[in-house]
């Protein structure tokens, strides 16, 4: 066992875990965040991408101990039903959203992705997303809702980069 402190969603978290526990388990199994999803488990598919100190990571190839003392935000620190982030307000607009499965990981990569690039072009956006798979709606939805989070983002502001 070993202690750990890190902060996910603004929420400081002092915990003790298992040497060998993976992010993703604690993020699902131990907190209930279960909107990072485990898809492949080998840092393929990117359903599981989590932003780690401000960049994409995939939560199933890092160890909690590697976390600590490190800032993560998962889907659950974006907005919420009530108050969607431009991301999520972007790819429902744009009918990016079909199983859902991805869209998760696939918000965060371009969160983190946005957060450095606000005016990005297609090509930059493939790239971005690149280490996320979808099977279901293809990518050129998700990469115009992209486009169209990065113009909600510039008419909001920098609170809406939160």
């Known amino acids: 066992m070993i202690n750990i402190e890190v902060n996910i969603n603004g929420e400081d978290y002092r915990l003790e875990v298992e040497d060998d526990l993976r992010l993703i388990d604690l993020l699902r199994d131990k907190l209930h965040l279960t909107g990072t999803k485990e898809g ?40 919420d039903e009530n108050n969607l982030h431009p991301i999520q307000r972007a790819f429902l607009e744009q009918g990016a959203v079909q199983c859902g499965y991805c869209i998760p990981g696939m918000v965060l990569s371009a969160k983190a992705f946005l957060d450095t690039n606000s005016t990005p072009k297609r090509e930059e956006i493939r790239e971005a997303i690149s280490g996320n798979l979808c099977r279901c709606t293809g990518y050129e939805k998700i990469i115009d809702s992209i486009e169209r989070a990065s113009e909600f983002m510039q008419e909001e502001g920098s609170e809406a980069r939160e």
Not at 49 to 71: E, F, M, P, Y
């Open 40 to 79: 492949c488990g080998e840092g393929e598919c990117g359903a599981c991408t989590v932003i780690l100190d401000g960049k994409s990571v995939n939560s199933c190839l890092l160890l909690v101990a590697q976390v600590h003392g490190k800032r993560i935000t998962t889907i659950e620190g974006l907005g």
